[in-house]
């Protein structure tokens, strides 16, 4: 399957984006899924796996891992975002235009880095708050800031996933708090 007059694979574009993370593989995919998002997902579907898939995903620029999780998960994606444009997340944003339109999901937007009037810990509570309201369970971290993985364990979650790349398929990792 090829993508608009690049000559990249969708398989290719996505294995370049999640390995190097470049924006120009990252907008390739954006572009393709805007286009055709069913066939996008089926596509990326056969790629992705791993248990347990994140009812959450927080990214930064990562939209190969907002895919991946769409591709297993289907509707129903809660999606944070950082609530200032980081460099990069162009592909992203245009991304988060898209998913509540096509009913996939739901963009929430929090604070991922603290900042000269936020500091960390009142970001921390930010954040969590905005996970606690939506109950997320399983979020996945693989493009968030420390601070929101510190947030998610504030915010009740009780696994956190990272996106794995196997070679020829990518899995949804688990790891878990040990409370004490």
């Known amino acids: 399957m090829s993508l608009g007059g690049l000559g990249l ?3 290719e574009a996505f294995w370049r984006a999640l390995r190097e993370g470049t924006e120009e593989a990252r907008w390739v995919l954006v572009k393709r899924f805007i286009s055709s998002p ?9 790629r992705v796996g791993g248990e347990p898939v994140p009812d959450t995903v927080v990214a930064a620029r990562a939209v190969e891992v907002v895919l991946a999780s769409l591709a297993v998960r289907g509707r129903g994606l809660r999606l944070v975002v950082p609530d200032e444009p980081v460099p990069g997340w162009g592909p992203l944003a245009a991304l988060v235009e898209e998913l509540p339109r096509l009913g996939l999901g739901s963009v929430y937007r ?13 970001a921390v509570r930010r954040a969590a708050r905005v996970l606690r309201g939506f109950s997320a369970r399983i979020v996945d971290v693989t493009d968030a800031s420390p601070l929101i ?7 009740g979650a009780r696994w956190l996933t990272v996106l794995v790349d196997y070679g020829h398929v990518a899995v949804f990792d688990k790891f878990w708090f040990v409370r004490g």
Do not use: N
């Not at 929090?110 to 009142?122: G, I, K």
């Not at 993985?149 to 915010?155: P, V």
């Open 9 to 11: 694979e969708l398989g």
């Open 149 to 155: 993985a510190a947030a998610a364990q504030a915010g």
């Open 110 to 122: 929090v604070p991922f880095w603290p900042r000269p009037r936020l500091r960390a810990l009142e």
């Open 38 to 46: 069913d066939e996008v997902l089926g596509e990326l579907g056969r």
